[in-house]
């Protein structure tokens, strides 16, 4: 079992930075991809970033290209998105994802991951 507990989320206003952390519990960390993820109000669950269990390997929604970051600190069990040049429309909760330990690399999709925190708001006024 994978516990992951996020945090960091608040209110921005356009322009913008925030970074979110998630903390992961219960598996070796380092054996597993992570990712974000991101549902705002009356949408689905949509993909935002992932990186491999190494941090070599990183892929984002379009969306965010350029101006989000996701990172990890293997030492200390977390996961970042820095998010910068943030945008009303960038304003859902936000929740960072686990697939199986021993899944070095994840993609997009939500069937990939198998833990999920709990969410972190993130509302950017305009």
């Known amino acids: 079992q994978v516990q992951l507990v996020e945090s960091g989320g608040g209110l921005v206003q356009a322009g913008g930075s925030l970074r979110l952390s998630c903390v992961a519990s219960?598996?070796?960390?380092?054996?597993?991809?992570m990712g974000w993820f991101r549902q705002a109000p009356g949408k689905e669950r949509e993909f935002v970033a992932t990186?491999?269990?190494?941090?070599?390997?990183?892929h984002y929604a379009y969306s965010v290209k350029g101006r989000f970051t996701i990172s990890r600190d293997n030492a200390k069990n977390t996961v970042y998105l820095q998010m910068n040049s943030l945008k009303p429309e960038d304003t859902a909760l936000y929740y960072c994802?686990?697939?199986?330990?021993?899944?070095?690399?994840?993609?997009?999709?939500?069937?990939?991951?198998?833990?999920w925190g709990q969410g972190t708001q993130v509302t950017v006024s305009s």
């Open positions: 994802a686990a697939p199986s330990p021993g899944t070095l690399i994840a993609g997009r999709f939500r069937g990939e991951y198998d833990y």
């Open positions: 219960g598996r070796t960390f380092s054996s597993y991809a």
């Open positions: 990186i491999s269990w190494s941090g070599d390997y990183t």
